[in-house]
């Protein structure tokens, strides 16, 4: 059974230009959230999409969102990139709700350089 | 709100020595309680859970248990390995998932 799989797994941008994170999940999960993780925040909760709707949001300005398909594919997108959103974005899907009786499975993650 | 608090690294230890990584929560509720591993270049994986108080969880050599009355979630291995060099994260699930700050192990041979 395939993992989780995220695309790209790495991405240089500018100050200001947009970025499209993708992640494919487990096949048949219908659960998928997004976490940043930095050296100095550690790993951050952003949001958690299930049946393509939102169900949890993480702390994080509105350049942050998401969406997910009926395949349960889901895109992060971040508009006007800050020097200070470089990170690993990692992504995790589950069979049901993030409430601690699922377990997620991560992917390898994204890893954002801003310059 | 719900948190998790982890023992601060980096930790360094000899090949074959007993390992602890502290972990304790703040949570309104009852949350499971997950320890993630995270190798090099990688995602996190599950190491081991628990659901419930008084629950242990094991994998790999590794054991941790659920206890409510300390708030505390601690991992433990008896022997640890140069394999076993990784960042460790303790996590408690409820409404979502919350992470703790990560300890990195370092074994050396």
């Known amino acids: 059974k395939a993992g989780v799989t995220q695309t790209p797994r790495y991405l240089i941008k500018t100050r200001g230009q947009q970025v499209t994170l993708s992640c494919s999940p487990i096949s048949g999960h219908r659960s998928v959230s997004w976490y940043q993780q930095t050296p100095g925040q550690g790993l951050q909760f952003l949001f958690e999409?299930?049946?393509?709707?939102q169900r949890n949001k993480g702390n994080f300005p509105g350049r942050f969102s998401g969406r997910q398909f009926s395949n349960s594919r889901s895109e992060m997108n971040v508009s006007t990139l800050e020097l200070g959103d470089s990170a690993l974005y990692l992504c995790?899907?589950?069979w049901g709700l993030g409430e601690g009786k699922n377990i997620q499975y991560f992917g390898a993650g994204t890893r954002l350089s801003v310059l | 709100g719900n948190s998790v608090t982890q023992m601060e690294g980096p930790v360094t230890l000899s090949e074959e020595a007993f390992l602890t990584i502290n972990c304790t929560y703040t949570a309104t509720g009852y949350p499971s309680l997950f320890w993630y591993v995270q190798y090099p270049g990688e995602g996190l994986q599950l190491l081991l859970k628990?659901?419930?108080?008084?629950d242990k969880g094991s994998n790999k050599g590794f054991e941790a248990t659920y206890r409510k009355e300390t708030t505390s979630f601690h991992l433990e291995k008896g022997s640890v390995q140069v394999s076993d060099s990784a960042v460790y994260f303790c996590?408690?699930?409820?409404?979502?998932?919350?992470f703790g700050a990560g300890t990195r192990l370092t074994v050396k041979p």
């Open positions: 628990a659901t419930k108080a008084d």
């Open positions: 996590a408690l699930g409820l409404n979502d998932m919350r």
């Open positions: 995790a899907s589950s």
């Open positions: 999409y299930f049946s393509e709707t």
